[in-house]
């Protein structure tokens, strides 16, 4: 029997029974609609809406379907509509006329509107927890190669001296921001729309407040046609996804490379890799491709629920049951990536002489020689054209900075001497780089320690 029985004269044709049906994928927030419906008939019996006899015995039947749910005695169906439906439903079964009481002042619009709320809060904290442990991780690693000097990047050409830990904590900051998104995502979610009701609030004295305190919320929403219409909390959440999958996409897509014959920079465990079934000597990685790949499947997410939600009237439609499936895909592969990524990156060996060898080419001590030249008096431009002719020099004699005869830099300009080789050793040039933030050994192990603070703050 569906829940609008009374103006109907006929059951939804069966063709349409599944199309309509949201329990096989909402029945996932079982635990938040029972929290919702406690708090709400809680606040009923304490405004005297409901009795308190009554009050108590929808607690207890409640506490009763959550349990049974919780064990595996009581399963879902495959005809209730919804979760809603379906938990009012069994009340009703288990305790009889007290369990159609709970439904007064109520309807699934606010009600839907607050499961979701309260689910993706759970899931938000979630995510807050598995980024932690992934910036832990990258912490503890950028410490350990804070003196592994490798080449650093523009163009994927070779540039300037840095240490593989400077280029880990790059990443450990993506994901301080991620986190503080999901944060104040969590923040703005974290409101009951309860009240709200169809659309337009209700006629009976409610304490919102009450609920709201109930559940651990900030607050109620102000508006009850925005109340149960709003979902920016869902797309919030859907972008903070996707700004996370770049994230770990471009991360991916650098250990792929990494792992590649032409870098050889690290090696992946054998466990986060795989084999060809037909080249006897491959070793692929395969999670870091799949982490790149399913990138596109959360932008899709994220972009199926802007659109769902652009041309919708106020105040709730039927489409608003879409933003389900979106946000739990997109929450489940965050999660799914973030799963597989950490331990793969904790388990990663690192090569750090193909690394130090990488770095030795290419002449990324260029600009280490232009600004030697500059502390000799010369203005930087001009050193900069000298130091280019200097790199022109070398590879010609197929050699490098570090071996370029004096005379062949006295050639080009009259201030050089023996100091120069000093000041363009790898080491020296990665060492010196202490500004905040820089590359430097020291501040690498700075900002390693740092990330633990600033992680505990959270
Ligand atoms: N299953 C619905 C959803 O997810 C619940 C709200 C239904 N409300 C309604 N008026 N049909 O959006």
């Not at 300037?160 to 993506?174: D, K, N, R, S, W």
């Not at 090696?267 to 990685?285: H, R, V, W, Y």
């Amino acid at each position: 029997m569906k829940l609008w029985a009374g103006r109907f004269k006929k059951e939804l044709d069966p063709r349409t029974n599944d199309f309509n049906r949201s329990l096989p994928f909402d029945s996932r927030m079982y635990r938040q609609d029972i929290m919702g419906s406690m708090a709400h008939a809680k606040m009923l019996g304490k405004c005297g809406i409901i009795s308190k006899e009554d009050c108590n015995k929808i607690i207890d039947g409640l506490k009763g379907i959550l349990a049974d749910i919780d064990n595996g005695v009581l399963q879902f169906d495959d005809v209730s509509e919804d979760i809603h439906t379906f938990t009012e439903g069994e009340l009703t079964k288990r305790i009889g006329e007290a369990g159609k009481r709970l439904h007064t002042a109520r309807s699934r619009n606010d009600q839907v509107a607050l499961d979701i709320r309260l689910y993706l809060r759970d899931e938000c904290d979630t995510l807050i927890e598995m980024l932690k442990e992934y910036v832990g991780v990258i912490a503890e690693k950028a410490a350990e190669y804070s003196e592994t000097v490798m080449p650093g990047y523009t163009h994927l050409q070779r540039a300037q001296p840095i240490v593989f830990g400077h280029q880990l904590l790059a990443y450990a900051e993506m994901a301080m921001r991620d986190i503080g998104r999901i944060k104040d995502c969590r923040e703005r979610m974290n409101v009951s729309p309860l009240g709200s009701c169809a659309l337009a609030g209700t006629t009976y004295t409610l304490d919102r407040e009450y609920v709201a305190e109930q559940l651990g919320m900030n607050g109620v929403t102000q508006n009850s046609l925005d109340g149960v219409s709003d979902r920016d909390f869902v797309l919030e959440l859907a972008s903070a996804l996707s700004i996370i999958m770049v994230h770990l996409s471009r991360f991916a897509e650098e250990i792929i490379l990494w792992c590649s014959g032409e870098f050889r920079f690290i090696e992946l465990d054998d466990a986060f890799s795989t084999g060809s079934s037909i080249m006897p000597q491959k070793k692929n990685p395969d999670i870091a491709e799949l982490v790149r790949g399913k990138s596109g499947r959360v932008f899709g997410d994220n972009m199926a629920l802007l659109t769902a939600m652009k041309g919708i009237p106020l105040a709730y439609n039927k489409d608003m049951q879409e933003d389900k499936e979106a946000v739990f895909d997109a929450v489940d592969t965050v999660e799914k990536c973030l799963t597989a990524f950490i331990p793969m990156l904790d388990t990663m060996r690192v090569n750090a002489t193909n690394m130090r060898k990488a770095a030795s080419f290419g002449f990324i001590n260029a600009t280490d020689c232009a600004d030697w030249l500059v502390g000799q008096g010369l203005p930087f431009r001009d050193a900069y054209k000298a130091t280019g002719e200097l790199v022109a020099r070398c590879i010609e004699l197929n050699t490098s900075l570090e071996e370029l005869p004096m005379e062949e830099y006295k050639k080009v300009c009259e201030l050089f001497n023996d100091d120069l080789y000093n000041a363009i050793d790898l080491d020296k040039c990665v060492r010196d780089r202490t500004v905040l933030g820089g590359p430097a050994p020291s501040q690498v192990k700075f900002q390693a320690e740092n990330l633990k603070k600033r992680l505990e703050k959270i």
